[in-house]
T-cell receptor, first 113, second 113 residues
């Protein structure tokens, strides 16, 4: 599985856009990029997933350059409630009954007033 | 529609004891996986159950075992507890098919003294 590298922590203020970059230099052709969010004492929550270019949903955007060796999770206008750990995962799409996701140590985002 | 539920919420055991954790998947989901999350780390995959059989397993010793029932609920058993087994144990479910979105429960906090 491709190894990922993310900043350990980031600080931001309410209303700002936050971009968290993940490096995955040895991403494989069939690997997808998935981001999860985790609040303290809760299970991770799926945010967004993509393969290339740009993906946007109601929560975030995911930017993936052509070489796919990195990706950027963009959170528009963050609020205090976005304070959480964000995990970048790289791996093949789970098929059938497969469930194994490989998490790194994630990025602790702290949003202040 | 209830999400993934886990019981108990918290548990305190002593070294050498055995513990059973329980998980009910989200309605409509038939695959269940278990993760161990140590403090400050990302979740680590333990194993996955589908059609009442263990399908995938992470790098965990045989002291960790599980079971899935016909109603898709699942148990995680840990024998001969060690201090290092203290962690948040997360259950995740999804419906078989293609996709990396899993739904996680709130977890069971296990403390081994």
């Amino acid at each position: 599985l491709a190894k990922t590298t993310q900043p350990i922590s980031m600080d931001s203020y309410e209303g700002q856009e936050v971009n968290i970059t993940c490096s995955h230099n040895n991403i494989a052709t069939n690997d997808y990029i998935t981001w999860y969010q985790q609040f303290p004492s809760q299970g991770p929550r799926f945010i967004i997933q993509g393969y290339k270019t740009k993906v946007t949903n109601e929560v975030a955007s995911l930017f993936i350059p052509a070489d796919r060796k990195s990706s950027t999770l963009s959170l528009p206008r963050v609020s205090l409630s976005d304070t959480a750990v964000y995990y970048c995962l790289v791996g093949p799409i789970l098929t059938g009954g497969g469930n194994k996701l490989t998490f790194g140590t994630g990025t602790q985002l702290k949003v202040e007033l | 529609d209830a999400g993934v539920t886990q019981s108990p919420t918290h548990l305190i055991k002593t070294r050498g004891q055995q513990v059973t954790l329980r998980c009910s998947p989200k309605s409509g989901h038939d695959t269940v996986s278990w993760y161990q999350q140590a403090l400050g780390q990302g979740p680590q995959f333990i194993f996955q159950y589908y059609e009442e059989e263990e399908r995938q397993r992470g790098n965990f010793p045989d002291r960790f075992s599980g079971h899935q029932y016909p109603n898709y609920s699942s148990e995680l058993n840990v024998n001969a507890l060690l201090l290092g087994d203290s962690a948040l144990y997360l259950c995740a479910s999804r419906f078989r098919g293609n996709g990396n979105e899993q739904f996680f429960g709130p977890g069971t906090r296990l403390t081994v003294l």
